[in-house]
């Protein structure tokens, strides 16, 4: 699974992506929100380290997910 932070602009937020191994988007939420249902995609229980992960995230950096 891949992770990017994407920039907003003005009055859109900025934004998480999720991909899998053939980049096809299978999360998509704002990074400013509390984390949730993130069981749908197997990371039930690793909140706080995806939150931390996010917060250090570059912009437009694609990276594999490894939390």
């Known amino acids: ?11 859109i937020p900025d934004y998480i992506q999720l991909r899998d ?7 998509y939420f704002r990074a400013d ?4 249902d993130l069981h749908r995609y197997g990371l039930e229980g690793k909140e ?9 995230l570059e912009f437009g950096k694609l990276q594999p997910l490894a939390i």
Not at 1 to 11: F, L, R, S
Not at 33 to 36: F, G, N, Q, S, V
Not at 48 to 56: F, G, N, P, R, S
């Open 33 to 36: 929100r509390p984390l949730k």
């Open 1 to 11: 699974m891949y992770i990017i932070k994407v920039k907003g602009k003005a009055k």
């Open 21 to 27: 191994q053939d980049f096809v988007l299978i999360a």
């Open 48 to 56: 706080v380290e995806l939150a931390a992960l996010i917060e250090q």
